[in-house]
């Protein structure tokens, strides 16, 4: 059915350099909430406002479940696999997210700094010894979340090339064609399964163990479940932390004020990591789909069961209600922990502690060691990508 009613249709198409949503922040300003339809015509509600969209990831009557079923509105093709822990509502999903919660606590992920550092330190080696012009991509910003997936994982040294090109191949953005596609999805799942049985077998210190383990409220996970939950961690887990770092790096040449600052005064870089994470647009699509189960009020709009509800986190993180003045980049802001980047309430992104590590550790290494690093090509002649997440394909740099 095509669109209707002259209701904006959602996602709208915009130029992929830009670091904003255009046309939801057009949006905001009429209200918290907005009436859109997908490319196929279904109907959505998006919530645009911070209190609106922190309203849908914690509200339970805004159902994930629901949104997962076969047929339901999607705005990217989904499968929902059993046991699929963003697929399920509480409290079937209360037990499997503490489950996984455990390979993600403060403790576990700080025990990897230093491997992460000694990656950092790794790559850039490498970068240096390439000599400049180097695409920054190339040699840290993709390479970097692989290397540390491989390394919660338990995967081996000699296999993280294989594994490198396998998940590469099946991201939205790759440039691998469907067939390409499918035989690495389908070499990536013969190869998880195999790592499975290994550690069922052999445990070891490593997210896969952890997840063959007895949980705090039951018996191990099964094969099926852990590797279900295993595949969106890796998708997850590169192509975010990846665009991220990408896009973090870009906004920081753009506004040299900033970088410079954060040469001066490499303390702030934990601050300027969240900032940065409200501040730039990494996906357009939302927090995931919701579904209501009840009549519900949504900041002054009454939604009756049923209805499609996607929390655009892009919009909320440059809500001026929150964040004063909230296209200015400003690592030194007070208020930027507030941001949605990575959601709230039962479905906040498990691995947001380590995409903060791994973004901190990168920023920290790149002011110290590289302090005059600039762009070795104007920002606006950079080529980037047009999908499901917005990053350069490759960031030239000179120092």
Known sequence: MPPSDGCPVFPSPQDPSADHDISGSALLTDGPVAAAVMADGTPVQL?????????????????RAEAARPGAPSVVPFHAQNGLLHAMDPPEHTALRAHIGRAFTS????????????????????????????????HLTAPLPVKVLCRLLGVPYEDHGAFREWIEAILPASAASAGQAATAAERLTTYLE???GAKRRAPGDDLISTLLAPGPDGPPLDDATVLANLVPVLVAGHD???????????ALFAHREQWDLLVRSPELVPRAVDELLRHQLLSRIGMLMRVTTAKVDLAGVTLPPGTAVNALNCIANRDPAVFPDPDRLDIRRRDTGKHLAFGAGPHYCPG???????????????????PALRPAVPVAELHWKDG????????PVVW
């Open 107 to 138: 403790r576990t992920v700080e025990r990897l700094r230093p491997e992460i550092e000694a990656l950092v330190a790794e790559l850039l080696d490498a970068m240096e010894a390439a000599g400049p012009p180097a695409d920054v991509v190339a």
């Open 240 to 250: 975010t932390t990846h665009n991220q770092l990408s896009n973090s790096l870009v």
């Open 388 to 395: 499901i997440m917005r990053g350069p394909w490759q960031l």
């Open 47 to 63: 919530a645009l406002s911070h209190e609106a969209v922190r309203q849908v990831l914690i509200d339970p009557r805004f159902s």
């Open 352 to 370: 947001g502690q380590l995409a903060r590590l791994e973004l901190s550790v990168a920023l920290l290494a790149l002011v110290q060691r590289f």
């Open 194 to 196: 195999d790592l499975i």
